[in-house]
Nanobody, 124 residues
Framework: QVTLVESGGGLVQAGGSLRLSCAASGRTFSGYAMGWFRQAPGKEREFVAAISWRAFSTNYADSVKGRFTISRDNTKNTVYLQMNSLKPEDTAVYYC?????????????????WGQGTQVTVSS
């Protein structure tokens, strides 16, 4: 059974930073892209960022480019999302995801595996 567990969410003021982590377990993730999605209240879940298996390729939503950075440590089966210059509109539940695909495809098709989510709240 695949398990993705997010951590690092919380409350931060606008302009601040947070680092999300997602630890994966239950299988080998060789060849798997990993990524982050978010869902704000009353809105649909949206793609945020993805990274390929060997971290050769990344993909970002336009709304976070230049502010968020995705990375991964395959020795720990962990993916990270460094979020800088946070805005109130970044407030959402952030979900980790994994899929045997590319970073570009993860932004288009729903991933196979999901975490439970972690709340990020940015105050103005």
């Amino acid at each position: 059974q695949v398990t993705l567990v997010e951590s690092g969410g919380g409350l931060v003021q606008a302009g601040g930073s947070l680092r999300l982590s997602c630890a994966a377990s239950g299988r080998t993730f060789s060849g798997y892209a990993m990524g982050w999605f978010r869902q704000a209240p009353g809105k649909e879940r949206e793609f945020v960022a993805a990274i390929s298996w060997r971290a050769f390729s990344t993909n970002y939503a336009d709304s976070v480019k230049g502010r968020f950075t995705i990375s991964r440590d395959n020795t720990k089966n962990t993916v990270y999302l460094q979020m800088n210059s946070l805005k109130p509109e970044d407030t959402a539940v952030y979900y980790c995801a994994a899929d045997p695909t590319t970073a570009q495809t993860m932004g288009v098709l729903p991933p196979r595996y999901w975490g439970q989510g972690t709340q990020v709240t940015v105050s103005s």
